[in-house]
């Protein structure tokens, strides 16, 4: 999850909004895809104000004083829904999951998620992709960089299968370096990481 989600820091225009004619800059925190804010704090005039809540706002006046409010999504949007529409769309993450000892094999569910994964790069103007490998524990660390760059390389070829140009897509392998289960759950370390902007 993202630490600080969004935030706007804009000089003061000439709506109706209270404190608009002294203001000289506002914060306004944006909330996350989930409705969730992250915080940040805004120092002026040797007070830290912090702001935690979707909405939440500062108006710095010219004089230094601040005036903290909410705003209400409607009046943001009214105001800022151009900025907000131009911005690039968020990050997406997809991972894949692969057969023990498999460069190529997806699992089953895995399957869907490679539909939705191409659907979604197929929808982006010009997304940027990468594209990382992992393995299990099980092997020798020169097996695991080597069968991790293989997944990595495989499902590349799935996105340029798609009709996604690949050329600038890295594909990088990291054999075990990164777990993120151990145990009974080891199977989800068998995996690649997509990430685009």
Known sequence: MELITLIWLVAATAFAWPHDEMASQRVTLLPSANGEAGAVVVSTAGIEHLLNKPYASLDVMHNGTAIET????????????????????????????????????????????????????????SPEVTVIGHTDRTGQAAGNDALSLKRALSVRELIHKAGI???NIPALGRGAREPLMTGDQEHLNRRVEIHVR
């Open 70 to 125: 909410t705003r209400s999504p409607s009046e943001v949007d009214a105001r800022y829904g151009l900025l907000l529409q131009a911005q690039p769309p968020r990050p997406q993450s997809f991972q894949l999951y692969f057969v023990n000892g498999s460069d190529r094999q997806l699992t089953v569910e895995s399957a869907h998620v490679l539909a939705s994964l191409q659907a979604y790069l197929q929808s982006r103007p």
């Open 165 to 167: 140009a690949t050329d």
